[in-house]
């Protein structure tokens, strides 16, 4: 009589503290649903040499979640402030800027949207809306550049040096 009372106590246990970590479980994968922390799911990814960039330059990369970015050398430094990492969707209805260096600006051609060397909005639709031009940001480590991006996917170049380095900077 005691051994299967002992049994039946000890069964009641066991389903108790199953469904106690099964739930609790639940609890953790809906909590980290629910409340993603900030930096979870971003990676530093190799952008290019440094010294293979000339003052103007501009690159367009594809990051591993399918954004697409201009990444501009600025400066003769060779640090991270030397660049500015740029979406290169347009806020106002997602066409694709590109770098003017004749210009020092940003350039969409659906509706002349630009934006000066740091994203910001400064003409057509984008600066009637207040729509900048999302940044991302870079790293100089050895000489190299890298890029801190959403990771969804492998990442991928779309294609290297794009534009030509401005007169008088390069
Ligand atoms: S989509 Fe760029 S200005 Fe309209």
Known sequence: MKRRRFLRRASHVAMATGLAGGYGALGLIAGRFLFPSDDRGRVWQY????????????LSYRGPAGEAINVTRRG?????DDF????????????????EPQNDRYFCPCHNGTFNAAGVATGGPPFDAGQDLPPYPLRVDSGLLFIEVPVDALAHLVSPVTSAPAAGTG
Do not use: F, I, K
């Open 84 to 99: 500015v990492a740029l979406s290169s969707t347009c806020p106002h209805l997602g066409c694709q800027v590109h770098w």
């Open 76 to 80: 003769r430094g060779g640090g991270a």
């Open 47 to 58: 952008l290019v040499d440094v010294d293979r960039m000339a003052v103007g330059q501009s």
